[in-house]
């Protein structure tokens, strides 16, 4: 059997799609397991999974049409049995890159598409369930190929190599981070559509570190994210403790993952590094609630504390849908909606939540 697992929808999503990944080759051991992804960061997860055959990578939203064409008919021509899209992939473009590539069957979820667009692609489509996590609406599929998951329990899987966990101890023996604690900051979010907008504002991360820097010294700060971050660090860099504060520059996302293993706790919105650190199993890891956060996208088999944000107040259906489209709402309104968060709220529910910044509180508050 050869078998096409199409994950397009971002770097976090592929890594949602591993616990597929490993129920595919527990089924089916000696098939052939491939999988197309969009970003070269969702093609670094995957490298080195022993359940995938070839990984295939192109960013189909930018470049040569005609070049992407091409690109999807040789993958036409490798004459899969089965594609599966993995949840969540809204966009309706995703099943029509399912359909150019011809597997014999086409498997994905419905969202919010007409019954005349699933009968036009002729795919076999479940609902996808906004109560359930992805990775169970992913696993889902399997019952078009009359099998049943075989695994007892279901992980994010990432393979790093010696040489990645290496690089991730030269960094913190360089910068003598060996014996404090470390906290993994994410300031960023994903640029596609509007989902730039779910940032908690980053004159608040800045406020948040100072607090951290003055009552908490003994605390690193580590800013992980890549060039679509620069300016957010140098923004938060120029009004805090550069002695305390230390911008990542990984080469790739398993360079940042291997850091990210090393950090006592991590703070992001619903990104990818949110994805990573569960994958890493960082110990406290906590969450900003965006309008895109629900249940399908939670941190899967892992403990993690979620920050209210007021604006939101469990509406997250009313900002966002799986349906390809941005979210709703000006981008002063979803401004204003993460601005509600506020710095004190935050900075509560880290030290609620850990004891070793309780116990430094007296002897290090201003």
Same mark, same amino acid.
């Given at each position: 059997m050869k078998i096409l697992v199409i994950s397009l929808a971002g770097i976090g999503d592929t890594l949602i799609a591993t616990p597929l990944l490993r129920e595919l080759r527990a089924i089916y051991p000696d098939a052939v397991i491939?999988?197309?992804?969009l970003w070269a &960061?969702?093609?670094?997860?995957?490298? %080195?999974?022993? $359940?995938?055959?070839?990984?295939?990578?192109?960013?189909?939203?930018?470049?040569?049409?005609? &070049?992407?064409?091409?690109?999807l008919w040789r993958l036409r021509q490798r004459r899969y049995d089965v594609s599966i899209n993995t949840h969540p992939q809204g966009k309706i473009h995703y099943r029509i890159v399912a359909r150019i590539i011809n597997a014999r069957k086409r498997i994905s979820h419905n969202y919010h598409q007409s019954e005349w667009f699933r009968r036009l692609l002729g795919d076999l489509t479940l609902p996808q369930d906004y109560e359930r996590h992805s990775?169970?609406?992913?696993?889902?599929?399997?019952?078009?190929?009359?099998?049943?998951?075989?695994?007892?329990?279901?992980?994010?899987?990432?393979?790093?190599?010696? &040489?990645? $966990?290496?690089?991730?101890?030269?960094?913190?023996?360089?910068?003598n981070l060996g014996g404090r604690k470390r906290f993994a900051f994410h300031v960023g979010s994903s640029g596609t559509k509007n989902l730039a907008l779910?940032?908690?504002?980053?004159?608040?991360?800045?406020?948040?570190?100072?607090r951290m820097n003055r009552r908490h010294p003994e605390v690193a700060i580590l800013l992980f994210g890549g060039p679509e971050e620069e300016k957010l660090h140098a923004q938060i860099l120029a009004c805090t403790s550069r002695e305390d504060v230390f911008v990542v520059k990984a080469a790739n996302f398993r360079q940042s993952a291997a850091l990210l293993r090393t950090c006592d706790m991590v703070i992001s919105g619903d990104t990818s590094i949110m994805h990573l650190a569960a994958a890493v199993k960082v110990p406290k890891q906590f969450v900003l609630e965006t309008p895109t956060f629900y249940k399908p996208n939670y941190p899967?088999?892992?403990?993690?504390?979620?920050?209210?944000?007021?604006?939101? %107040?469990?509406?997250?259906?009313?900002?966002?849908?799986?349906? &390809?489209?941005?979210?709703?709402?000006?981008?002063?309104?979803?401004?204003?909606?993460?601005a509600s968060i506020t710095v004190e709220s935050?900075?509560?529910?880290?030290?609620?939540?850990?004891?070793?910044l309780q116990a430094s509180i007296p002897a290090r508050a201003s």
């Open positions: 491939d999988v197309l992804v &960061g969702a093609r670094d997860v995957l490298e %080195g999974n022993p $359940h995938v055959n070839s990984v295939f990578q192109r960013n189909l939203m930018t470049g040569d049409r005609w &070049g992407s064409l091409s690109f990775v169970e609406n992913t696993l889902d599929l399997l019952q078009f190929l009359e099998v049943k998951p075989v695994l007892a329990r279901h992980e994010y899987e990432l393979f790093l190599t010696p &040489g990645e $966990h290496a690089w991730a101890e030269a960094f913190l023996a360089e910068r779910r940032r908690w504002p980053v004159e608040r991360y800045a406020e948040l570190i100072q899967y088999n892992q403990p993690f504390v979620l920050i209210r944000n007021p604006a939101v %107040g469990g509406r997250n259906l009313d900002y966002y849908l799986y349906d &390809g489209r941005g979210i709703r709402g000006t981008d002063e309104e979803l401004k204003q909606c993460m935050v900075y509560e529910a880290l030290v609620s939540a850990c004891p070793f």
